[in-house]
């Protein structure tokens, strides 16, 4: 395998054992239906991971072995999270506290770690830390609740999407320009590509806060 990675056809690939898009939708789709409690999303999990899973493989990126590989690092982080919502923990995270800096520093060092262990991609990495840096920073206000009408809900879904969209499109024109100056750095280019579109989620329900369509939960301040 690695001598046909290191093949012409993959200069420079970054793609390699596990894969992280695999890893990556097996937690996100098996974790929102932990969250919502949605039987929907549990239904359609395995199907999506199938989905995913298949489309690197036809696509050349990743071997079975990697698909097999993100699937159970995705599992892994699944079954934590299942365990730490059915924890008393769970109350407290939800809440931006100073006795739980030490979890929130693991939200940061573990995507680093992994990165810098190879076992995800910069890409991955970036997507994880600024979701992580998002989450903080809408906790420290006030987590919103997930609460309104059907518009209300829609609205919110159409402004996230455009935010995020719109901040990756203008990042893949920059770094287009970028990449033909010769910019050095791809990994940190696929790091800030990830990392800006998920860090925009704050700034999305900040505006869905001020255009009415949240209602903010009683949290505690900073203890």
């Given at each position: 395998m690695e001598s046909f990675r290191l093949q012409k056809v993959f200069p420079d690939s970054p793609f390699g054992f596990p894969s992280g898009h695999v890893a990556l939708t097996t937690a996100l789709w098996g974790g929102a239906s932990r969250v919502f409690n949605s039987r929907t999303a549990g239904r359609l999990a395995p199907m999506v991971v199938l989905l995913m899973a298949f489309s690197r493989m036809y696509l050349g990126r990743h071997f079975l072995g990697d698909v097999i590989g993100g699937a159970a690092l995705g599992l892994t982080l699944l079954v934590v999270f299942t365990y730490f919502l059915k924890s008393p923990l769970k109350d407290d995270f939800f809440a931006f506290r100073q006795k739980n800096l030490f979890f929130y520093s693991a939200m940061f060092a573990v995507p680093v770690v992994f990165v810098s262990l190879s076992l995800i991609s910069g890409e991955v990495a970036g997507f994880f830390l600024g979701t992580n840096t998002a989450y903080l920073l809408i906790i420290r206000k006030g987590l919103p609740e997930?609460?309104?009408?059907?518009?209300?809900?829609?609205?919110?879904?159409?402004?996230?999407?455009?935010?995020?969209?719109?901040?990756?499109?203008?990042l893949d024109a920059g770094f287009g320009i970028i990449g033909i100056a010769g910019y050095p750095d791809d990994t940190l280019i696929e790091f800030l590509k990830s990392f800006i579109p998920a860090f925009t989620i704050w700034i999305s329900v900040s505006i869905c806060i001020k255009l009415g369509l949240y209602n903010i939960a009683s949290t505690e301040q900073i203890e």
């Open positions: 997930d609460e309104g009408s059907t518009g209300q809900r829609a609205l919110r879904v159409f402004i996230t999407l455009m935010m995020f969209g719109l901040s990756a499109l203008v």
